[in-house]
């Protein structure tokens, strides 16, 4: 099978961007890339529970759970990037990235917090007259390549940075749209020249998983390929995600201009107990600008979906999402600053016919030492409110979080 989906993807490589014969191409080099950044964290969250006793629970309901709000966290990325190019004028390569990504116990009673895994790994293939053609696993075109109006370029990014890295619990982590919150499904991408300013992309994929293979040794609701199944208000997954986006990109009196309007659709998997999800039918629209260091921008999602880009469960709440996110920094030198926020109101729980709403915002800065190696420093507040719904921790309707940062960073 292998065999033929290679054969298969070169043939559609030849026959749509004009590649010459293996033979004629030059070897391709290899460079290994990567990060390594340590932060300080000082974190402040509701936590616990109180019994009527007032003896205090975690969140699993044993007693005398506290949470101190000092820690150290480290985090790694090493990028293995191969680039060639046919004597033609065709470039092609692949990128395989492996990160440090555990950071929750594996298992109960376990600290360790070091597993690896991949994030993003793929392979293209590009030509200045047709495109590029990428295939693996990676965000698709709305909020991956051609993503706008996302302002993270200070401290760990902001709203988007590594604040939830140190938040307990996932039902404190505010739902927001930032920099390719879709995760790496394994898809098929295609993006264009640009012709007068203008380009366009679109991707494809039909599991919302990534990966080697169907993620399951025997069949069940967890197999990437389960196309029907018994679940809850909550165990639905997106299936045929498609997105497509057209983008400008241009320069007046100084300034540089980039707007991008796009769609993220998709179906769902079905439930046979029960009421179907709907999937998503999202409209994503960024502004950005640029001049005199400073850079400021605006992204607007709207559309059937729940928080997070999650498919929409039919319930009481069936309400669309709306999700602003709006950042500005300036540049002088070495130095950058920064801030972003995200608004964003959804369904919740759709069983719940109050308003989920999610407002997060972040300051930051960070200073580069020398090539490669910054310092970083940031703020970031973010609170989750849904009337009548019970955030997970036995605490009301609303949970809050606040992360300060200071730490080191290493690119290479």
């Not at 057209?246 to 769902?268: E, M, Q």
């Not at 950058?336 to 930051?364: E, F, H, L, M, Y």
Request: charged share 15%; hydrophobic share 40%; with cysteine.
């Amino acid at each position: 099978m292998r065999k033929i989906l290679l054969a298969t993807t070169a043939v559609v490589a030849t026959a749509v961007l004009g590649i010459a014969d293996a033979s004629a191409q030059q070897a391709p080099t290899v460079r290994v890339g990567g990060y390594f950044r340590f932060n300080y964290a000082f974190t402040d969250q509701d936590q616990g529970r109180t019994a009527a006793s007032g003896q205090t629970f975690d969140a699993a309901g044993r007693r005398g759970a506290n949470l101190g709000k000092s820690d150290f966290t480290s985090d790694a990325e090493i990028h293995v990037i191969v680039e060639g190019k046919a004597a033609n004028g065709i470039s092609y390569g692949t990128t395989i990235e492996v990160q440090v990504d555990q950071n929750r116990q594996a298992t109960a009673g376990t600290a360790t917090k070091t597993s690896m895994d991949t994030d993003e790994m793929y392979v293209w293939v590009s030509s200045p007259t047709a495109g590029q053609l990428r295939f693996g696993d990676e965000d698709g075109v709305v909020l991956g390549a051609m993503a706008n109006g996302f302002i993270t370029n200070f401290g760990t990014g902001g709203v988007d940075g590594d604040a939830w890295d140190n938040v307990v619990g996932g039902n404190y982590r505010p739902a927001y749209i930032a920099g390719g919150y879709l995760n790496d499904s394994t898809k098929v991408i295609y993006t264009s020249p640009q012709f007068f300013g203008f380009d366009f992309g679109a991707s494809f994929g039909f599991n919302d998983a990534e990966g080697e293979d169907s993620g399951c040794e025997t069949f069940g609701v967890n197999c990437d390929r389960a196309d029907s199944y018994s679940y809850g208000v909550a165990g639905a997954r997106r299936k045929n995600e498609v997105q497509a986006a057209l983008r400008y990109r241009g320069s007046f009196a100084g300034v540089g201009l980039a707007a991008t309007a796009g769609y993220i659709g998709s179906g769902a998997t079905k439930n046979t107990d029960g009421a179907s999800a709907d999937g998503l039918a999202v409209g994503v629209f960024g502004l950005q600008a640029t001049a005199y260091g400073a850079t400021v921008g605006a992204n607007y999602a709207i559309g059937r979906s729940n928080a997070g880009l999650t498919v929409l469960n039919q319930g009481i709440d069936d309400r669309n999402l709306n999700n602003l996110f709006v950042g500005a920094s300036y540049t002088m030198q070495a130095l950058t600053v920064g801030a972003n926020a995200n608004w964003q109101t959804s369904a919740g729980n759709v069983n719940n016919p109050a308003a989920r709403k999610d407002q997060i915002w972040s300051v930051g800065a960070n200073y580069a030492l020398a090539p490669g190696l910054a310092l970083v420093a940031e703020y970031t507040q973010g609170t989750t409110k849904e009337g009548g719904q019970d955030r997970g921790q036995g605490i009301g309707n609303k949970t809050e979080v606040n992360v300060f940062i200071a730490g080191i960073r290493m690119a290479f």
